[in-house]
């Protein structure tokens, strides 16, 4: 399923492993140049500032030529329909395939451009097809576009290694199931934000396993992706703004300034959810809960500001500003020493027995390519008695 070389995919791993080890001292140079010799890479992977620019270059590129094809079949009604819309998504798949197999490109830029394009071109001629189409409710519409959405970020994720379509394909999932328990109860928007906690948590500790899974270790940026996602949408299932702002839109009076029911658990979910992210990621020594729950900190605060304005907006980000700066200040000094598995520094025994492992074959090797040393000999430059350069009367 995946079209990139899986053995180049499994040296890359290595080669970011062994470079690790480089940085933080445990080989030199030469074994590192020896083990990217030995475990070689045939992928074009560029520099980040030169993927971004193929990025924006490939966007405009196929942005030029579909217009270009687009101008040229104005003249009939194709290209008002979502006929067109695919056949253009087909023609960006194939140049994706053709890049991939023919240049080797592997998140270089261009293939990542190509595979969204091509997830927004499918998109868009869905959505024209469904606009078209009559007899359904809106809740239904967005339903259908949902699990068709999940469904093309899937198969590009699975082919592609793509994070981004992983993303949005956990991320349509959940909307898919949200419209789907919107439609089938009438109590739908009510308990819609509790059947998206149960959802997601699922979600996030299904993706601590199957990340587990040696089998799946390609995959391992797009679980993560996946546990990003399913992260945030717990804490958005239950932060009083967002649900707040679901319920008026989605509900039968459109009333943006309705109350919310509940508003004491889901103002307690908005504020604490946060700190039990912070809270576990301290504990488990997981840093994308840690990460994600800092992150999430902020938003509850936004949160919390939107409604209720306790000083001025200045006022209130100097106080935030004076808060994260003595936070950071105090969390370095106190990982100074490394502390229940956390550090400011860089961690060093983090991978020791994969360390062992792979230097022990970069060691054996190096010792069976090196030279052997020269024998000592009493020569010196230069001309003097000294060694130096002619530093004697005998010069």
């Known amino acids: 399923m995946i079209v990139f070389n899986k053995e180049w995919l499994h040296n890359l791993r290595i080669q970011e492993q062994v470079q690790s080890y480089r940085d933080k001292g445990y080989i030199n140079n030469d074994e590192f140049k020896l083990a ?17 620019g193929l990025f924006l270059l490939t966007l405009l590129i196929v942005t030029v ?53 091509v997830a927004c071109q499918f998109a868009t ?33 699975l082919r592609f290694l793509n994070r981004l379509t992983a993303a949005i394909a956990v991320a349509s999932l959940f909307a898919a199931f949200f419209f789907a328990w919107n439609g089938v109860t009438t109590s739908g928007l009510a308990t819609a934000p509790f059947l998206l906690m149960i959802l997601s948590a ?5 993706a601590l396993r199957i990340g587990k899974k040696p089998e799946l270790v390609n995959y391992k940026d797009c679980i993560s992706m996946i546990e990003i996602v399913s992260l945030v949408v717990i804490y958005a ?3 009083y703004y967002i649900v707040q702002t679901l319920g008026n839109v989605l509900g039968p009076d459109h009333d943006i300034n309705k109350p919310l029911p509940l508003g004491g658990f889901f103002w307690s979910y908005t504020m604490l959810m946060p700190l039990v992210f912070v809270f576990y990621g301290f504990k488990r020594k997981d840093a994308i809960r840690l990460r994600i729950g800092l992150i999430l900190i902020v938003a509850a605060v936004a949160t919390f500001r939107n409604y209720y304005h306790l000083f001025p907006a200045e006022i209130m980000l100097t106080l935030a500003g004076i808060f994260t700066i003595l936070v950071a200040w105090l969390t370095i000094r106190y990982l100074a020493t490394p502390k229940n598995g956390f550090t400011y520094t860089e961690p060093g025994e983090k991978l020791l027995l994969d360390y062992l492992r792979v230097e022990s074959l970069i060691t054996a090797q190096s010792v069976a390519n090196m030279p052997s040393a020269p024998k000592h ?18 010069f």
Do not use: C
Not at 36 to 52: E, I, K, L, T
Not at 202 to 206: A, G, N, P, R, W
Not at 377 to 394: I, L, P, Q, V
């Open 36 to 52: 990217r010799q030995r475990y070689a890479v045939g992928f074009y992977m560029p520099n980040p500032f030169v993927r971004a």
């Open 65 to 117: 030529g579909d217009g270009l094809l687009s101008l040229m079949a104005s003249a009939g009604s194709m290209i008002a329909s979502p006929v067109w819309s695919f056949f253009l998504a087909v023609i960006s798949y194939a140049a994706l395939e053709a890049i991939i197999h023919s240049e080797q490109h592997f998140r270089s830029g261009v293939d990542d451009a190509l595979e969204l394009i």
């Open 125 to 157: 001629g869905f959505g024209i097809m469904l606009a078209k189409t009559q007899g359904y409710d809106g809740n239904t519409l967005r339903l259908t576009f949902s699990i068709f959405l999940f469904i093309v970020t899937l198969v590009l994720t």
């Open 202 to 206: 699922v979600t996030y500790l299904i």
């Open 237 to 239: 299932s239950g932060n």
């Open 377 to 394: 000999d009493d020569s010196r430059f230069g001309g003097g008695d000294f060694g130096g350069g002619g530093a004697s009367e005998s």
